[in-house]
């Protein structure tokens, strides 16, 4: 099997996809805003100017070759969200998901 090699992001066995640069922010993070917002890769780099084209690139890139994967940390992410509604609505990824209409 082909193995491919993502530059800018790092993934450990059991952990999610990672910036190199800056590994506090997750693949879904950024993914979440494609989604949410549907904001192309330039419009999220121009939302959070900590993100090089290059990076935003790679996480989409890793992102459609890995959907599933991402896609169930995002699922999972909801689900904590929901179950603890009191404190979700002041957290990013509340309001990206809100935005999205999935509430």
């Given at each position: ?6 530059p800018h992001i ?5 952990q999610p996809a ?54 169930q940390e995002i ?29």
């Amino acid at each position: 099997m082909l193995s491919l090699s993502y530059p800018h992001i790092e993934k450990e066995e059991n952990q999610p996809a990672r910036l190199q640069r800056l590994p506090r922010i997750r693949i879904a993070q950024i993914v979440m805003d494609y989604i949410a917002y549907g904001w192309s890769v330039e419009e999220i780099c121009r939302q959070h100017l900590y993100l090089t084209l290059a990076e935003a690139h790679a996480s989409m890139g890793y992102y459609f070759d890995h959907q599933e994967e991402i896609d169930q940390e995002i699922s999972q992410e909801w689900q904590q969200v929901q179950d603890n509604t009191t404190q979700a609505a002041k957290t990013p990824f509340y309001i990206r998901m809100k935005a999205k209409e999935l509430l």
